[in-house]
């Protein structure tokens, strides 16, 4: 059980053991309702066929809210990507999760991520807008271009997320790379 | 000599402690070489006139390169910013040093600033290019609007850095405003 916790993220090997002395200690007030709360969870959880989205119903909670802009889709490497999005209503159309990053070095080729189904869905129409919000890795970076060719003469504007200094960001402390393309990419001041 | 090593950047109490044991041990080697230098560069250190960078001379090496693009100004908080900027010449114009930014708290008001000394440096001509390389936090945004306001209707571009996912950001790690600022400021994959 504590390797199991160890590698949720944000929970070192420390705290996973100080998390399960507690949870043993605390047997019937605090393991057996986890348990009892994951399995529900488990056994709930469904992929939504439209976007990938994780939820307890398909199509997802995102893909039937009539209150989001249905000419917007925002493509994500994976679901993750999707609720930091989705977080506060950053983005507030769809969304569509290709299911991971290519990758020469993992293996991933393009038949291995939901690009075919993105295409066909572009294809049915009422898009007008496609953001490709790729991680700004290399990888992120090589699949945004692969995206962003495959959905070339669509007919949709295909956008990319902005790059440069993160907020808060001061120059003294940022690597040379997101210097050089802040510098690249300067703007008018408006 | 442990209290003014640890409060040197990237130098923790540990490690000056160590510093100090070796620079201590290694009297003659160490202490004395280091002293040496580090008081012949105090001893020759200026504040160039022109641009506010600190060199072994003035107008300092920047301000007299010939190799340097001439029409491009860039405006910088701190003497540490020209330097993180100049490092594998990310900038290849000049340069000029702010001395700080604008702060309510710390009580910087702009003529604290050498605000007056940059309007002065363009309106004697020969700049097309301001660009406004101040940090993306809260009072150095209000700095850079300060000074566009201050180099508006004087006749050359006023640029700023470009906001946004720096390199290798990845959307699940970043803070919300970044993503916020990423998505707004999208734009067309090229
Ligand atoms: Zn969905
Ligand atoms: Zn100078």
Same mark, same amino acid.
């Given at each position: 059980m504590t390797q199991a916790l160890a590698r949720l993220p944000g929970l070192g090997p420390r705290s996973a053991r100080r998390a399960v002395l507690h949870l043993i200690k605390k047997r019937e007030t605090a393991l057996v309702p986890l348990v009892a709360a994951l399995q529900a969870v488990e056994r709930n959880l469904v992929t939504c066929a439209v976007c990938g989205n994780v939820d307890t119903r398909d199509p997802c909670g995102v893909c039937t809210d009539p209150r989001r802009d249905t000419a917007s889709l925002c493509v994500v490497e994976e679901v993750a990507d999707l609720w930091a999005l989705d977080r506060a209503r950053l983005f507030a159309g769809r969304y569509h999760v290709l299911g991971g990053r290519l990758s020469a070095l993992d293996g991933v080729r393009p038949e291995d991520?939901?690009?075919?189904?993105?295409?066909?869905?572009i294809a049915e129409g009422g898009f007008a807008e496609v953001v490709l919000a790729m991680n700004a890795t290399l990888e992120g970076q090589t699949t945004m271009h692969y995206v962003a060719?495959?959905?070339?003469g669509s *007919?949709?504007?295909?956008?990319? #997320?902005?790059? &440069?200094?993160?907020? *808060?960001?001061?120059?003294?402390? #940022?690597?040379? &790379?997101?210097?050089?393309?802040a510098l690249r990419a300067r703007r008018l001041v408006e």
């Open positions: 991520l939901a690009v075919d189904a993105l295409v066909a869905r060719e495959r959905l070339a *007919g949709v504007r295909v956008m990319q #997320l902005a790059q &440069g200094l993160p907020v *808060g960001g001061e120059l003294d402390y #940022l690597d040379e &790379g997101t210097l050089a393309l």
